[in-house]
């Protein structure tokens, strides 16, 4: 399948990939210097390999993957045990199980959801947010990101990432369950 | 008749796109009668607003300044290439 967006101007990268991956990178490592650094040095050594891109992906995922790499090279010279592997879902279980019962009924029941237009005035309430965000598997973080927040759409989200729509709609089913249950933890208003 | 699993997978998927029409009637008729589904129908809207929102928010998006740096890095290095 032909990749979108696959265009090899680096000019352009900048402006079309460079908050995703910033967001992304902040999202690791929780320090928006250190993001920024992330973001630069991924594009550098793109711009380096960029003669062994391979077409077979786009190049968002492309760099995405670069940067995953940056971030893990970041964590072992912290002496910290995230390798790349902790970045990658190893074998995505879609089992609601820890949000249903056998029967289908709830098992942390969602409650309505105080005030939300005060929540959203809060500074507290986008910390929250965004440990939230951090808290979701990888691929759930990646595709939520890309699509609530960066406003990618469903057809770009299917190609980008090489997911079908179901898949898409089980991940942001899933996505959606675990910020509903952590925001009904932590948020208290 | 929908449980709440399958429920929230319609009402998720709403989200993004259109369902059919028995879709919609099911789900309809589970959220009238199910105050948990409901309550987490109005969820997703609120992440979706807070989603929309969060995009002008620092923690997702490069500041001016990082974004002139680091194409000027870009530019030295495709210059030295």
């Known amino acids: 399948m032909a990749p979108k967006n696959n265009d090899l101007n680096t000019q352009t990268w900048l402006e079309k990939y460079g908050d995703y991956l910033f967001s992304y990178a902040l999202l690791k490592v929780k320090d928006s210097h250190l993001a920024e650094d992330l973001v630069q040095e991924t594009f550098l050594a793109a711009i380096t390999a960029a003669n062994s891109f391979s077409s077979q992906s786009s190049i968002r995922t492309w760099l995405t993957g670069i940067l995953k790499h940056k971030i893990s090279d970041h964590f072992r010279r912290q002496g910290r045990e995230v390798l790349i592997d902790d970045l990658v879902d190893q074998n995505e279980t879609n089992s609601l199980d820890i949000f249903f019962k056998a029967n289908g009924g709830w098992i942390n029941k969602p409650d309505a959801f105080p005030s939300p237009e005060a929540a959203l005035q809060q500074q507290e309430f986008w910390k929250i947010f965004q440990q939230c965000l951090a808290g979701l598997k990888p691929k759930q973080a990646e595709v939520f990101l890309a699509k609530e927040i960066h406003g990618m759409s469903n057809a770009d989200i299917c190609n980008d990432f090489t997911l079908s729509s179901t898949n898409v709609w089980v991940i942001m089913h899933r996505a959606r369950l675990s910020l509903s249950n952590c925001l009904k933890i932590n948020w208290k208003n | ?81």
């Open chain 2, 1 to 81: 008749m929908l449980n709440c699993k399958q429920a929230s997978q319609l009402a998720s998927r709403a989200m993004d796109e259109k369902l059919s029409f028995w879709e919609r009637a099911a789900l309809k008729v589970h959220l009238f009668l199910c105050r948990n589904c409901t309550n987490f129908t109005q969820q997703l809207n609120f992440l979706r607003e807070a989603s929309r929102r969060s995009r002008f928010n620092r923690n997702f998006q490069l500041t001016a300044k990082a974004k002139q740096r680091i194409a000027s890095a870009m530019k030295s290095k495709q210059d030295g290439n």
